[in-house]
T-cell receptor, first 115, second 115 residues
Framework: KAGVTQTPRYLIKTRGQQVTLSCSPI?????VSWYQQTPGQGLQFLFE???????NKGNFPGRFSGRQFSNSRSEMNVSTLELGDSALYLC??????????????FGQGTRLTVV | KNQVEQSPQSLIILEGKNCTLQ??????????LRWYKQDTGRGPVSLTI?????NTKSNGRYTATLDADTKQSSLHITASQLSDSASYIC??????????????FGAGTRLAVHP
């Protein structure tokens, strides 16, 4: 079965702009979590969605937001981009909510560069 | 504070040699421990998942061990190959009330296998 699909793979934006990233989970998975990965920081949890509801949120400013649609696809949005937002953004899909309850399958990520 | 620490930060070995990566954690309550392999610019891929009662688990040339008493885990790679060059991330799942588990990520060990 198809894996987790993230689009786009690469993105270059200018400071102050906003960006929307997309994640399609594995078929049948209803939970999607988003992570930011920067060199030296490891993966930082952004938020998790299950059944179109945000279930948990990490310690990121309100410029980072997300949503989930009825088909479980999820989007995350970053407004007023800053240089420090340059990172690899990963999404992970799980069968059940709670990131650590079941095996998490990661997408290939979206590499965002803010100039 | 829930933390996962990995050592070494980076490692260079020659092709065909074995190596062991370490992971120490202070996560409570513990649910499970996972090792992921992440190729550069790609999403993490699960290698093993171990629960409290499991001491060792293998996946091909990868063998993970878990000592829940000392809160330590190791990942042993046998007969390394050039394709093993990647970051290896130790992730501990912490169980919270309501059955919602969070993932606590280590910073990873970057392994380079040279011919």
């Amino acid at each position: 079965k198809a894996g987790v699909t993230q689009t786009p793979r690469y993105l270059i934006k200018t400071r102050g702009q906003q960006v929307t990233l997309s994640c399609s989970p594995i078929s049948g998975h209803r939970s999607v979590s988003w992570y930011q990965q920067t060199p030296g920081q490891g993966l930082q949890f952004l938020f998790e969605y299950f059944s179109e509801t945000q279930r948990n949120k990490g310690n990121f400013p309100g410029r980072f937001s997300g949503r989930q649609f009825s088909n479980s696809r999820s989007e995350m949005n970053v407004s007023t981009l800053e240089l420090g937002d340059s990172a690899l953004y990963l999404c992970a899909s799980t069968l059940k909510p709670g990131q650590g309850n079941t095996e998490a399958f990661f997408g290939q990520g979206t590499r965002l560069t803010v100039v | 504070k829930n933390q996962v620490e990995q050592s070494p930060q980076s490692l260079i070995i020659l092709e065909g040699k074995n190596c062991t990566l370490q992971c120490n954690y202070t996560v409570s309550p513990f649910s499970n421990l996972r090792w992921y392999k992440q190729d550069t610019g790609r999403g993490p891929v699960s290698l093993t998942i171990m629960t409290f009662s499991e001491n060792t688990k293998s996946n091909g040339r990868y063998t993970a061990t878990l000592d829940a008493d000392t809160k330590q885990s190791s990942l042993h790679i046998t007969a390394s190959q050039l394709s093993d060059s990647a970051s290896y991330i130790c992730v501990v799942s912490a169980g919270f009330s309501g059955g919602y588990n969070k993932l606590i990520f280590g910073a990873g060990t970057r392994l380079a296998v040279h011919p």
